[in-house]
């Protein structure tokens, strides 16, 4: 079993930054990348980001590019934790953010984190 545990979300005002934090525990699973996703009210999820396990390549949605940026612990077992840090916040980046892992051997993100709110006031 894999658990995604995200924190680290909370209301800033439009240009703050805030840092999410995802815990992967898993002592059977290995991952082939943690991806963060988000979801407005009344709108799909979107990619945000996210970060190959081998190399640590890191990918990013356009609207967040040069603003977000995805890092990670040295890996370790059983626990490996990814961050997620928004700067230059903006109102529309208001949304549930979601980390997910995609398992080896999985053709997409198979474990998802509950998720944590995120909200930019103007």
């Known amino acids: 079993q894999l658990q995604l545990v995200e924190s680290g979300g909370g209301e800033v005002q439009a240009g703050g930054s805030l840092r999410l934090s995802c815990v992967a525990s898993s002592r059977t699973i290995s991952y082939y990348a943690i991806g963060w996703f988000r979801q407005a009210p009344g709108k799909d999820r979107e990619f945000v980001g996210s970060?190959?396990?081998?190399?640590?390549?890191?990918?990013?949605?356009d609207s967040v590019k040069g603003r977000f940026t995805i890092s990670r612990d040295i890996p370790r077992i059983p626990k490996n934790t990814v961050y997620l840090q928004m700067n230059s916040l903006k109102p529309e980046d208001t949304a549930v953010y979601s980390c997910a892992a995609q398992s080896i051997g999985a053709d997409d993100y198979n474990y998802w984190g509950q998720g944590t709110q995120v909200t930019v006031s103007s």
């Open positions: 970060i190959r396990w081998s190399g640590g390549s890191t990918y990013y949605a």
